[in-house]
C-alpha cells in the first residue's frame, strides 16, 4: 500500500489517462496509471484499432510504455472507466501481463468520482501461471 498522497496521485493520474483513451469503436475510455519502484507516475489508455483484435488495453499500454523508459518494478497501479456506479477490475489478459511483475502489488479499482476499492493482483488472478514455472530441470538428454 502506496503512502496516501501517492495513491491521491495515481488516482488524479489515472482519470486523466482516461481522457487520451482512442476507443472510437467501444466508446469506452479507461485510464490506468501505474506506480513505479522510484515513485514515478507512468500512464496508459486503451487504443483501439478498426481490426478489434488489436486493440490494447490501458493497463497493458501503461506496462508496455514503464517497461520501455526504463521500470520494472511496480508497487501500485490505478485502473478507472466510465461507470459511476461499480468498482470495474482489469480484464484477464491485463491481470496475466500485470503479473509477469509480480504478485504482491496494490490496484486500486477507481471510479469517475475518485472513489476507489483497494485489492491486489494476487487478489484478482490466484494461482497465476508466472515466471517461476518455467524454471525446471534441463531435459534429459540434453547438452
Ligand atoms: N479495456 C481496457 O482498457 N482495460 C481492461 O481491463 C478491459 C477493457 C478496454 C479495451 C476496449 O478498448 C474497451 O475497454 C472495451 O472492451
Given at each position: 500500500m502506496a503512502d496516501q498522497t501517492k495513491v491521491k496521485e495515481?488516482?488524479?493520474?489515472?482519470?486523466?489517462?482516461?481522457d487520451m483513451a482512442y476507443c472510437p469503436y467501444s466508446r469506452f475510455p479507461v485510464g490506468a496509471a501505474l506506480l513505479t519502484a522510484d515513485g514515478s507516475v507512468v500512464t496508459g489508455c486503451n487504443v483501439e484499432n478498426a481490426s478489434y483484435g488489436l486493440t490494447l488495453?490501458?493497463?497493458?499500454?501503461?506496462?508496455?510504455?514503464?517497461?520501455?523508459?526504463?521500470?520494472?518494478?511496480?508497487?501500485a497501479i490505478a485502473v478507472t472507466c466510465d461507470i459511476k456506479d461499480r468498482f470495474v477490475g482489469p480484464c484477464?489478459?491485463?491481470?496475466?501481463?500485470?503479473?509477469?511483475?509480480?504478485s504482491e502489488w496494490a490496484v486500486y479499482l477507481t471510479r469517475p468520482d475518485g472513489s476507489y476499492?483497494?485489492?491486489s493482483l494476487g487478489e484478482l488472478l490466484p494461482l497465476a501461471?508466472?515466471?517461476?514455472?518455467?524454471?525446471?530441470?534441463p531435459m534429459a538428454g540434453s547438452p
Open positions: 495515481l488516482i488524479a493520474k489515472c482519470l486523466q489517462a482516461r488495453c490501458a493497463e497493458r499500454t501503461a506496462v508496455q510504455r514503464a517497461v520501455a523508459e526504463g521500470h520494472r518494478r511496480f508497487t484477464g489478459a491485463c491481470r496475466q501481463v500485470l503479473m509477469e511483475f509480480g476499492k483497494e485489492t501461471f508466472c515466471q517461476a514455472h518455467l524454471e525446471k530441470e
